[in-house]
């Protein structure tokens, strides 16, 4: 993978991180002034934003945030893009579908079958 297309996938997993806590911070009037901030307090402005109300967020959002938080980290390590599981590297357009995903589409079936015994019943299924 080279330098532009993680940056476009960070930017990926940036923008669904906001979108989550965007979706949250409806009601609070801090996302304002969090906007208004100057340029000295951009670095710290950027973080309270990333953190956001962690606490508001239901499970299923939490689960979606550090999943996201996990992807950037690997970005930041360099160890992003590849299967956690068999540690080969994951496609592109999954990555580009599915920007946190931690396994190739091969492991995520599997991982899905295991989830997947009756009476377990999460919602969403688990792995997309
Ligand atoms: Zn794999």
Known sequence: MDAYDMERLKNLLLEQRQE???YRQDLESDWQAL???DAEKEEEAQKADLTCLFEQLDNREQE????????LTKIATATYGSCEQCRKPIPLER???????????VCAREAEKEQRRPGVGTERGGVR
């Open 64 to 71: 979606e945030i550090k999943e996201i938080d996990r992807a």
């Open 20 to 22: 989550i806590c965007r």
């Open 95 to 105: 990555l580009e579908a599915l920007p946190s995903t931690r396994l190739c589409g």
């Open 35 to 37: 906007s208004e901030r």
